[in-house]
């Protein structure tokens, strides 16, 4: 009997309001990155998440960048989140939990996920709030990037800072730390489906 090839772990989103338009295409697995979001900073952080998190991750997006970057930012979570949980499939075979604790420099973030088709962030990474900008990313916009990904993606996510002092390093942190986590939980590790409920 002919084994049936594994599904293809894919999703792709698009977006649209009166506020942005945004397309994003996301796969488990290696290959180039395109990432255009009109936000330089955010771009080099979601190519954090597609590098060290081994998807190949395509987003475009255009959105009201001279009113604030929250409804590009925000929009492009939901949208990634969509993606990702289309690509997980019905979950048999991963890994579902992941962890990772990573450093850059004095900055230590710490990430742990659990696809469990239930939404929960908790993120206690002590940013300053208010309007407190790395090359016009609004630092403010991190927790509320995550809280849209774990929403539409249905996982749950505890985000914590160990310690840090430049805003830089911290959230680049935080994003290498997530997509660590992120690569370990989807991992393959056979066929059965990672709950005892027989859904995730």
């Given at each position: 009997?002919a084994?049936?090839?594994p599904?293809?772990r894919a999703?792709?989103?698009?977006?649209?309001?009166?506020e942005?338009?945004?397309a994003?295409?996301?796969?488990?697995?290696?290959?180039a990155?395109s990432?255009?979001?009109?936000l330089p900073?955010?771009d080099h952080m979601l190519d954090?998440?597609?590098?060290h998190?081994?998807?190949?991750l395509?987003v475009?997006a255009t959105?009201?960048?001279q009113v604030?970057?929250?409804?590009?930012?925000?929009?492009?979570?939901i949208?990634?989140?969509e993606?990702?949980?289309e690509?997980l499939g019905?979950?048999?075979?991963l890994?579902?939990y992941g962890h990772a604790?990573?450093?850059?420099?004095?900055?230590?973030?710490?990430a742990?996920?659990?696809l469990?088709?239930?939404?929960?962030?908790t993120f206690?990474?002590g940013?300053?709030?208010?309007?407190?900008?790395?090359?016009?990313?609004d630092?403010?916009?991190t927790q509320?990037?995550?809280q849209a990904?774990v929403?539409?993606a249905?996982?749950c996510?505890?985000?914590?800072v160990?310690?840090?002092r430049?805003l830089?390093?911290?959230?680049?942190?935080?994003f290498?730390?997530?997509?660590?986590?992120?690569?370990a939980?989807?991992?393959?590790?056979?066929?059965a489906?990672?709950?005892?409920?027989?859904v995730?």
């Open positions: 009997m084994r049936r090839a599904r293809a999703g792709r989103v698009a977006r649209r309001t009166r942005t338009d945004v994003v295409e996301l796969a488990l697995g290696e290959g990155s990432i255009a979001t009109g900073f955010f954090q998440v597609a590098r998190g081994r998807l190949v395509r475009r959105g009201d960048l604030d970057a929250h409804h590009t930012v925000e929009d492009v979570g949208a990634l989140g993606a990702l949980r690509a019905d979950k048999a075979g890994a579902r604790l990573v450093p850059l420099d004095e900055a230590l973030a710490e742990v996920v659990d469990s088709g239930r939404p929960h962030l206690e990474a940013l300053p709030s208010g309007k407190r900008f790395i090359g016009g990313f630092v403010d916009l509320d990037f995550f990904l929403n539409h249905r996982l996510l505890h985000v914590r160990r310690s840090g430049n830089h390093h911290v959230v680049e942190a935080i290498k730390a997530v997509a660590r986590a992120l690569r939980a989807t991992v393959r590790e056979g066929t489906l990672p709950s005892t409920k027989g995730l």
